[in-house]
């Protein structure tokens, strides 16, 4: 069944249809069409186009739409939901479109999908996080050596280490929960371009849907898709985050760092190297942090062109973010359970951490501290590497001694650790726990 064709004299050729047909993927808004479309009968009932009987028909053959086992046979999912509905009460299928398009329509399930979408996201970046602070609170003291340019530098604690990425996925759900807030406005209504010719009641219609608000311009409506762009940034973003956190168990777990161990369970053998255990979770997470960035750049590639108002270009809107919702959904189960069951070497990490070398920032503040002024206590420490040993020893710098020293808000103290790992709790588990909340709720200064 086609949902045009009266001004045609010919059918479309198969290769119209292959290259125009979205049902192949946009299967997956089946629910969200059906949703939309059961608002749009009782909007339209409201506005007297339908009887309440006729809504009620309608409404009880929507919900008894299955899903499709052949993907060849429609349009896309609107002409999908239609044609079912006509085989359930023939020609009455035909009033539903009233004073609404396709381009309204798509937009609406588009939305309808990211809201789910953006908390299906929110709540794994959550179980991520929860367990990233579980570790925190286990290893608040246990030190390691701290890097930057990849040398070498302070000591840190691993604790410290993991409340860094809680930090980074604190952000990633309010990005997700701005993105969801931003989109939580309702197309149906705004027609094919020009809005509805029917007084319908936009903001009940909205309100049916779940939706905050009913959209503003009719023109904007059904061209928009900075939803779909803010989902697909807030996810390269996270991503790009995930890729950082995987790049450095990467090297944590390499043979020549050793700091831990991947649990058997997430790690791959070689088929050729009988000793190999091989990081692949870690690795395809930052691979797929560069698809991501590929996926939203592309978008905005598609968009940056198209002028007012739909244009066909936008069903090329939907596979990313399909795509980018099921990499998500694997990508950070997966990373949790890795956390969850990566194991530290301690002694390893503590030895690491408490080479002579990471000890040479420590005793220049110590002779600091007795007076002389940091510069030439940086000079002295620098020329003097050779017996940086002795120094430590004279000045009575130790590893636990500058770890506890970093206690300052923000610092890798012990207590410091534990007590950001407790408000990093707190906040990750209210339920007010959003954009809203000041990222640094509970700690004091
Ligand atoms: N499959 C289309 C899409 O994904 C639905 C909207 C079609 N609208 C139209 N005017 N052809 O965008």
């Excluded at 050729?13 to 059906?34: M, W």
């Excluded at 302070?154 to 980074?168: D, R, S």
Aim: charged letters at 25%; one cysteine or more; aromatic letters at 6%.
């Amino acid at each position: 069944m086609k949902l045009w064709g009266g001004r045609f004299e010919k059918g479309p050729s198969d290769l119209l249809r292959q290259f125009n047909d979205s049902f192949s993927f946009d299967h997956q808004l089946l629910s969200e069409d059906i949703d939309g479309s059961v608002a749009w009968a009782y909007a339209i009932a409201d506005a007297g186009v339908l009887t309440r009987d006729e809504a009620r028909s309608i409404v009880t053959a929507l919900s008894r739409i299955q899903p499709p086992v052949k993907f060849n046979e429609h349009e896309d999912v609107h002409s999908y939901v239609e044609s079912k509905l006509r085989e359930a009460i023939g020609p009455l299928a035909g009033k539903l479109h009233t004073g609404r398009s396709r381009n309204d329509q798509v937009a609406t399930d588009l939305k309808l999908w990211l809201k789910r979408a953006c908390d299906e996201a929110t709540s794994n970046i959550r179980a991520l996080a929860l367990i990233l602070v579980k570790r925190a609170e286990a290893e608040a003291a246990t030190p390691m050596p701290g890097y930057t340019h990849s040398k070498q530098a302070e000591p840190i604690t691993f604790g410290h280490w993991c409340l860094a990425y809680v930090e980074m996925l604190q952000r990633d759900i309010e990005r997700f929960a701005a993105a969801q807030a931003r989109g939580d406005e309702c197309p149906l209504g705004a027609g094919a371009l020009a809005g509805a010719p029917l007084p319908i009641d936009r903001m009940k219609l909205a309100q049916s849907l779940g939706f905050a608000r009913p959209s503003a311009n009719s023109l904007d409506t059904v061209s928009d898709r900075d939803f779909a762009v803010d989902y697909l940034f807030a996810a390269s973003l996270l991503l790009t985050h995930l890729s950082r956190l995987a790049e450095d168990l990467i090297f944590f777990t390499s043979d020549e760092a050793g700091y831990a161990e991947l649990p058997d369970a997430l790690a791959t053998g070689s088929s050729r190297m009988p000793q190999k255990k091989n990081p692949d979770v870690l690795e395809l997470v930052r691979g797929h942090a560069g698809r991501a960035i590929g996926e939203l750049t592309g978008l905005l590639a598609v968009m940056k062109g198209l002028p007012l108002a739909y244009d066909k270009d936008l069903q090329l809107d939907k596979e990313p973010l399909f795509r980018m919702r099921v990499t998500l959904g694997a990508a950070l189960p997966a990373l949790t359970a890795l956390i969850e069951g990566i194991e530290l070497n301690r002694e390893r990490m503590r030895a690491a951490a408490a080479g002579p070398m990471l000890m040479a920032t420590a005793v220049a503040d110590a002779m600091a501290a007795r007076g002389l002024p940091f510069r030439e206590a940086h000079e002295v420490v620098g020329r003097e590497l050779a017996s940086i040993d002795e120094l430590a020893r004279e000045y009575g710098v130790t590893l636990d001694g500058i770890l506890a020293s970093k206690k300052a808000f923000g610092g890798t103290a012990p207590e410091r650790v534990t007590a950001a790992a407790r408000a990093a709790r707190a906040r990750l588990t209210s339920s007010t726990s959003d954009h809203r909340q000041p990222t640094t709720a509970g700690q004091t200064r």
